[in-house]
């Protein structure tokens, strides 16, 4: 094969495969936003099939012929053509390990037991959602024996969401988190809380719809290249940065609930809608990592979206929907109210403080599930009383405690850890843009587009070209350091409740 | 191969089939709902992709052995089976004769198009479109030829959506109506106007949106297995009974719009909801022709939807929802303002009397552009034409004109004589309907369930197992014959306008 061929095929193999991601994802999109509850029959059989074929794509010794010629001479192509190769010869491997009729068993799986985790959620049934983790739990462990026989399962998982991560390095930062955070959050219960009422009355969700569309557009999202849709846990799917999708879930008695959800997937769809033009339809046109892809929702959520500037700017565009409601509120009140910190059940709607809190939680249980230290069925009871333990917050239910995150029930389990380390990516890179950029000046005016912009050149525009590290490095002007984000924490929450 | 191989193959075949349209489907679906504009270029190259590999999963030499192999036995297997083959025969047939790279191009041309038609309609700009629509009748012409190059391209696309239909078939029945028709037209066009102003008010969207809630309730229809989107033409897709969707448009300013159009896909979802438990997952899970799905749209929107009787079930709903604008109302207001006739503009809003004169209008232009007889630029002002001569009205632009049906963007040429055709045999059923059950003392009630009852036993189980003539015979009770439908419609206006 010459290398002209190999590129040529590579391009084929490409287009073929985004085609086949994209339908399978649109699948999915419907399912989790649109599909009648008992279209999950019909939906596995057709994943299944379509996976299928993914795998049959990839795992053949053309492919692998294509990838090894290209990368024999990586330094004769094109970068963007050899690191193309590159991480479809990564992916290569990995699916070589696993026997096609385990992958799509595993795709079928994944797809059942989402539909019957939203079920077992709304009826707060663990039970009818236990035989279906049990599973994911094998897969999981099963696919990383695969992989890494000689590491622990749950080290090789981490390590697919997020590069170089494992038990020791997360030992570490959570460690420093947990030292350093939990006396201010307990120093912060002693407080008095912030008044909140305001944002805990009828907003009427056709009128939260106008709110979304407000937001996203001071967020300078084209909206002729990304869609808002509804679902029971948000998420964000981009199947090329032309057709990005965002979601959310609106409570009528809750302004902040929706608003931040749709300012953090918002921040998601920001990065795939900034991919370079000449990546699309190729595997370079996605985030680098979990935790990177976070780094830029929970910039958008937090850092901007809960600072006093942005404040300032929403407020009276809220105030223009729901005249009655906010009447008396000032930027003040609002930044204190989606501020207020403390001990709370759900992790996507927890403070910015307790936060990571939440996710050591996962953590620590997904580190006793992956080692087989913890029986499925004891999950639930183990979920408490960590919740106890870690927040001192006595679990209700299993619809508010085990069964709130569809992470487990998609077949991730490795994810969670990329949510506490995305908000620590953030915050370093905020400090390093800071040098650059009036960041309040331009989130007090409510037009966003600067700080994207400062993103896209920095994150956005090189998708999966550059290793995660080196891009890190660039957008933080240093290599990683969680004492900043630890030292933000300290210093926003010691303003705020006047420690 | 043994006849045992063949079945197990064909399943795969089926079950394989079934996947690839399914993910089509919701990937067109999504294009028409959810999905922003720029979208397009993305769901192209996807639907060209997964198009590509459906045309070489029927056309291979093993797929035709495992067909004629079922057939040359078809005695000795189950009769299901036997039907399945012989339906993908004939598809098989059809492709056979359409080389691979026209049958994609036309794929991605209609994707490609209907994009481009939804822009062209917003803007009413046919220049747009109209080189769409050239290439989407040269490949009908080509594809027309293909099958039977004896006849004239529009009768074989005639047979293709009505097995049976042709010119000379449709100009007897067309000719019928227009002779019947058009004297009570002009004697209803001098008569007094109903009142219609109470439909005409604000009626807020979301409000409309529980409106159609409640109506799809009326209808019994399973929400389970049935969704409801919105979209700018509406339409029905079903991919399996568990998994059927309708669209509908809402208009602010006006309430039945939607309500019909709810009611009218409503009567093809539970035609897909209505096929057998067994036939789902092969081809046989569907409707038998388009004439026959039109049938039961039609049934349900006009035949029972305008009905005096189920206008006394559904204003207590209306009311219920928009007590200030619908107050005063009485059932026989409504019945009148619902069923008001008028030469009008556009087809999906007719009137059931001037209905069929919009869909004459398409099979006369349909027939010159086959013919080749009419050249694409001059098609607006031929419309504009035949909309004076026909039904007197004069077409101020080409958004309510040329460009306001989706059908021909999305490949369909030889569609529209259904529409008619469907709401006749609709009216043929109900009179063999009114000889087993009390039809309107049920549209009285407002649960609508025996009626699809009867339906479900004459037509919606069945999917595509019988001949279409022979289930409408079983339907109607005898031979088709449009005289019913002449009879009916001249009888409820002249009733309704005092003739």
Redesign the interface.
């Known amino acids: 094969m010459t290398i002209q061929q190999a590129i040529e095929k590579l391009n084929t193999l490409e287009?073929?495969q985004?085609?086949?991601y994209?339908?399978?994802s649109?699948?999915s999109?419907?399912g989790a936003?649109?599909?009648?509850?008992?279209?999950a029959?019909?939906?596995g059989?057709?994943l299944?099939?379509?996976s299928g074929?993914t795998y049959q794509l990839m795992v053949n010794d053309e492919t692998r012929e294509v990838l090894t010629t290209i990368l024999d001479q990586r330094n004769q192509v094109d970068p963007l053509i050899a690191r193309r190769a590159e991480l479809l010869k990564e992916d290569l491997d990995d699916m070589t390990r696993i026997p096609m009729d385990e992958y799509v068993a595993f795709q079928t799986l994944t797809s059942d037991a989402d539909a019957v985790w939203h079920e077992a959620k709304e009826k707060s049934d663990y039970a009818m959602f236990a035989p279906y983790l049990e599973k994911i739990i094998d897969f999981n462990r099963r696919f990383a024996g695969y992989k890494n026989a000689d590491k622990p399962a749950y080290d090789v998982l981490l390590d697919d969401y997020e590069k170089g991560a494992s038990m020791a390095t997360l030992d570490n930062f959570f460690g420093l988190l947990r030292e350093k955070l939990t006396p201010v959050i307990l120093e912060v219960a002693k407080r008095p809380a912030p008044r909140t009422d305001f944002l805990r009355q009828v907003f009427?969700?056709?009128q939260q719809r106008i709110f979304s569309d407000k937001v996203m557009a001071m967020m300078g999202m084209d909206?002729?290249?990304?869609?808002i849709?509804e679902t029971e846990h948000p998420f964000t799917d981009g199947?090329?940065k032309?057709?990005?999708?965002i979601t959310t879930n609106y409570h009528e008695n809750e302004l902040a609930s929706s608003l931040y959800s749709v300012i953090h997937e918002g921040g998601h769809a920001l990065y795939e809608l900034g991919t370079a033009d000449e990546m699309q339809?190729t595997c370079l046109a996605s985030g680098s990592t979990m935790g990177i892809h976070e780094s830029q929702s929970r910039f958008y959520e937090n850092l901007i979206g809960r600072s006093l500037p942005f404040c300032k700017a929403l407020l009276p565009v809220a105030k223009e929907i729901f005249p009655t409601q906010l009447s008396g509120v000032t930027p003040e009140m609002l930044y204190a109210a989606v501020n207020e910190a403390k001990p709370s059940l759900i992790r996507t709607e927890a403070d910015e403080l307790t936060y990571a809190h939440h996710v050591m939680i996962r953590y620590e249980m997904e580190k006793l599930m992956m080692a087989g230290d913890a029986k499925v069925n004891d999950l639930p009871a183990l979920w408490n009383k960590m919740y106890k333990d870690y927040l001192g917050v006595t679990v209700p239910n299993d619809r508010e405690g085990i069964l709130q995150d569809v992470h487990w029930a998609g077949g991730s389990i490795g994810y969670f850890p990329s949510y506490a380390l995305g908000s620590a990516y953030g915050v370093q890179m905020l400090s390093a843009m800071e040098k650059d950029i009036d960041v309040w000046g331009i989130a007090e005016k409510g037009d966003l587009r600067p700080i994207t912009a400062w993103l896209g050149e920095k994150i956005h525009r090189h998708g999966r070209f550059l290793k995660p590290n080196q891009l890190l490095e660039q957008a933080m002007g240093a290599p990683f350091d969680p004492n900043y984000y630890v030292d933000y924490l300290v210093k926003k929450f010691s303003a705020l409740y006047d420690l």
Chains 1, 2 share one sequence.
């Open positions: 287009s073929t985004k085609a086949y994209h339908a399978m649109v699948l999109l419907d936003t649109a599909a009648p509850k008992r279209s029959l019909g939906r059989k057709t299944g099939v379509l074929v009427p969700v056709h909206r002729d290249c990304c869609a849709a199947f090329n032309w057709d990005v999708r339809f």
